[in-house]
T-cell receptor, first 117, second 113 residues
Framework: DTEVTQTPKHLVMGMTNKKSLKCEQH?????MYWYKQKAKKPPELMFV???????INESVPSRFSPECPNSSLLNLHLHALQPEDSALYLC????????????????FGDGTRLSIL | TQLLEQSPQFLSIQEGENLTVYCNSS?????LQWYRQEPGEGPVLLVT?????EVKKLKRLTFQFGDARKDSSLHITAAQPGDTGLYLC?????????????FGTGTRLLVSP
């Protein structure tokens, strides 16, 4: 069982819908990440939160809006998505995101498989 | 341009065979990590290699970090069906030390009984 929990596991939505993906961890980690993974491809970083503040936005379109309400929760709000946004969205956490921490392990959830109709 | 190239992309072998997966880059990494991802799940960390030339063993899996810290390899001895999955190397390029991971292109391994 993973220590990072993502809900829902599957989501089908139309291009005009608004939905949210949720991620939760109780390991006391202060860094949380969103990745996008297309079929047969590696994960690609979208956002990094460090101590509940957005540290990195990898030029992600504004139709994806991240939120970190507290140190255990990470949300990804979705609005007006396109069919090419269909993918597996992975959440991960690590102890910190700081200089000298590049060899820290990241703990991944099992992802939300998102399909845009 | 992909920072971390893995080879082969796909490997289908019989149980009991040995195999090696390579992860190559023209950039230097302060460390490299190897993850395995099974269908319907997120990646799970197998190992982190930090020192150039380092060799780490995890049961039948042997990981090596190149002397120049630009490449790594994963060798599996006597592969088993449970080893089936997507193997990903990952690292934070540059010398900043921040953990902004870039993943390799991936190697999909299928071990048949």
């Amino acid at each position: 069982d993973t220590e990072v929990t993502q809900t829902p596991k599957h989501l089908v939505m139309g291009m005009t819908n608004k939905k949210s993906l949720k991620c939760e961890q109780h390991m006391g980690h202060r860094a949380m990440y969103w990745y996008k993974q297309k079929a047969k491809k590696p994960p690609e970083l979208m956002f990094v939160y460090s101590y509940e503040k957005l540290s990195i936005n990898e030029s992600v379109p504004s139709r994806f809006s991240p939120e970190c309400p507290n140190s255990s929760l990470l949300n990804l709000h979705l609005h007006a998505l396109q069919p090419e946004d269909s993918a597996l969205y992975l959440c991960a956490s690590s102890q910190t995101y700081s200089q000298g921490a590049s060899n820290q392990p990241q703990h991944f959830g099992d992802g939300t498989r998102l399909s845009i109709l | 341009t992909q920072l971390l190239e893995q080879s082969p992309q796909f490997l289908s072998i019989q149980e009991g065979e040995n195999l090696t997966v390579y992860c190559n880059s023209s950039s230097v990494f302060s460390s490299l990590q190897w993850y395995r991802q099974e269908p319907g799940e997120g990646p799970v960390l197998l190992v982190t290699v930090v020192t150039g030339g380092e060799v780490k063993k995890l049961k039948r899996l042997t990981f090596q970090f190149g002397d120049a810290r630009k490449d790594s390899s994963l060798h599996i001895t006597a592969a088993q069906p449970g080893d089936t999955g997507l193997y990903l190397c990952a690292g934070a390029p540059g010398n900043t030390g921040f953990q902004k991971l870039v993943f390799g292109t991936g190697t999909r391994l299928l071990v048949s009984p």
